[in-house]
């Protein structure tokens, strides 16, 4: 995968549910090897916007990704929502093989390929040792990151994720941040809705920030975790620094 490509234009995209608007008139484009942490309080608008994005809700204004038909869509973004719903008790191996679907044609059976997007996906989980576990016994984080190697089994060049690390344990938070940098090293972009500032602030390669119903920051982290950005968006004080460990960025007190 080479060159500058735009893997998703927004423009002027504006949503409005049950007529109360939620968000208004966004602009952003994401080209290849990003990592954007997608920031913002409670109610700010971020899985509204990934849906929308996506074709998955009624918005106004324009998503190339949302312009695309439905096939054509499934092989350019994989979509891990909130809600991780496991429907049937399938094994954790056939759970992510569905993540293959776009690929085949109809009745067409697995190939090697796809055996080995299957495989790559477990173990960029960490999800070898479960591979023949049924998915719905398994703990909320780890059906959290069967759901997510099923994304990245999909093997699309954008990955959209909606808090996929919320109820990880902390290893695990860093390792499938890591993972989603490493995808983006490899030339893919993944956006990814979270809270923990901490771990947007040391993986993301661009952070973008909703609130009132707009983007009031898109950049780096360093140049969009401002004091006053951190005070007027989130309430709160932090401690942000480039140690020797990288960038190291603390939330501290709640402002009155
Ligand atoms: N189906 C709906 N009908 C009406 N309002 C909705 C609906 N879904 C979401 N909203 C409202 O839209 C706003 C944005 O919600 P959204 O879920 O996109 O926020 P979020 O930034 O993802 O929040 P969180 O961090 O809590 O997950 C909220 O005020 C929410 O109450």
Same mark, same amino acid.
């Given at each position: ?18 007529g109360?608007? +939620?968000l208004?008139e ?6 290849r090897?990003?990592?954007? /942490? ?6 700010? /608008?971020?899985t ?6 996506l074709?998955?809700?009624?918005? @106004? ?6 312009d695309?038909?439905p @096939?054509d ?5 994989a979509w ?15 759970? +992510?093989?569905?993540g ?10 697995a190939s090697?390929?796809d055996r080995?997007a299957?495989y790559?996906a ?8 479960f591979?023949?576990r049924t *998915? ?8 959290a ?7 990245? &089994?999909q093997?699309t060049?954008?990955?959209l ?5 919320? /109820?990880?344990?902390? &290893?695990h938070?860093? &390792?499938t941040m890591q993972?989603?940098a490493?995808? *983006?090293? &490899?030339g ?8 923990d500032?901490?771990?947007? *602030?040391?993986h993301?390669?661009r952070l973008i +920030?909703?609130?009132a /119903? ?5 950049g ?14 989130f309430?709160?004080?932090?401690w942000?620094?480039?140690?020797? @460990?990288?960038?190291?960025? @603390?939330p501290?007190e709640?402002?009155?």
């Amino acid at each position: 995968m080479t060159g500058d490509e735009t893997l998703l234009a927004v423009s002027e995209l504006s949503v409005t549910l049950r007529g109360r608007p +939620v968000l208004s008139e966004l602009s952003f484009e994401v080209g290849r090897r990003e990592l954007i /942490g997608l920031i913002g309080a409670n109610g700010a /608008g971020k899985t509204t916007l990934m849906r929308a994005c996506l074709g998955l809700i009624p918005y @106004q204004g324009r998503s190339s990704l949302a312009d695309l038909p439905p @096939q054509d869509r499934s092989r350019r973004a994989a979509w891990m929502p909130q809600a991780r719903e496991i429907a049937w008790p399938v094994t954790v191996e056939t759970l +992510v093989m569905l993540g293959r679907i776009p690929h085949l044609g109809p009745r067409q059976r697995a190939s090697e390929t796809d055996r080995l997007a299957v495989y790559h996906a477990l173990k960029e989980m960490g999800l070898e040792a479960f591979r023949q576990r049924t *998915a719905t016994r398994l703990s909320g984080g780890e059906q959290a990151r069967a759901l997510l190697a099923r994304a990245m &089994a999909q093997d699309t060049p954008l990955l959209l994720a909606d808090e996929p690390i919320a /109820g990880l344990d902390p &290893a695990h938070q860093i &390792a499938t941040m890591q993972s989603f940098a490493r995808l *983006a090293e &490899a030339g893919r972009s993944v956006i990814v809705s979270l809270h923990d500032l901490g771990l947007a *602030a040391r993986h993301c390669t661009r952070l973008i +920030v909703l609130d009132a /119903g707009g983007i009031v920051a898109d950049g780096a982290p360093d140049t969009v975790l401002t004091p006053s950005l951190i005070r007027d968006v989130f309430g709160i004080t932090a401690w942000f620094e480039h140690t020797d @460990q990288g960038p190291v960025f @603390q939330p501290l007190e709640v402002l009155e």
